[in-house]
């Protein structure tokens, strides 16, 4: 069987820029180079039957939302348009000029909402993005307990809502292998938490 595309050198300066954008960044409350994420999610991306153009936007899905939007010229004059949207549609908050976003409630209520209406190569990047967050949520769960939500501004209530906000609405618009992974490792994390708070 023939792969879903041939990578080409665009892959390689993808990451080359991910790595520069993302250079000094981590994953919260660890020591993981954030690159860790970006390349995870670009594997989930091909290993659900993504193409190059949806690849590479995986590698860069944070930029603009972690960087700032002066990134979407890099990404527009080295990838292209195509790219470039599919990350705008994964971004759902920019910070000002002092680097702070709105109000995290009211953002992933209008990420939601996006979610609802967005076209389906977004929606693909984005899922992968979010079952990535949710495996490295659950793990992290595991092996440290409920202190993980403390890096959370959402705490634990707030994140496992977010969490089975998106759940309920990839199933909806991406049914298939990868929304159902989404919902499974949801649920693990919401009786594990269960589990973890009767201990206490």
């Not at 300066?13 to 981590?26: C, F, G, K, R």
């Not at 000029?97 to 209520?109: E, F, H, S, T």
């Amino acid at each position: 069987m023939l792969p879903t595309f041939q990578p080409s050198a665009r892959i390689g300066a993808a990451v080359s820029l991910a790595a520069q954008l993302h250079a000094d960044q981590v994953r919260k409350g660890t020591s993981i180079p954030y690159l860790a994420h970006l390349l995870a999610v670009a594997s989930l991306v091909m290993e659900h039957g993504g193409d190059e153009d949806q690849t590479i936007a995986a590698l860069l899905h944070d930029a603009i939302e972690d960087t700032g939007p002066e990134s979407e010229a890099l990404i527009r004059e080295q990838f292209g348009d195509r790219v470039t949207a599919i990350v705008w549609g994964c971004t759902d908050g920019v910070p000002d000029a002092a680097g702070q976003k709105p109000d995290w409630r009211d953002r992933k209520q209008q990420y939601l909402q996006h979610l609802a209406t967005v076209a389906p190569d977004i929606l693909l990047v984005s899922a992968c993005d979010k079952l990535h967050n949710a495996r490295s949520i659950l793990i992290d769960l595991q092996n440290h307990g409920l202190v993980l939500f403390d890096r959370f501004k959402a705490g634990q209530a707030g994140t496992i809502w977010y969490y089975q906000q998106l759940a309920t609405c990839f199933q909806a618009r991406l049914p298939g292998p990868l929304s159902q992974q989404l919902s499974q490792t949801v649920e693990a994390i919401q009786q594990t938490a269960k589990q973890l708070e009767s201990l206490v």
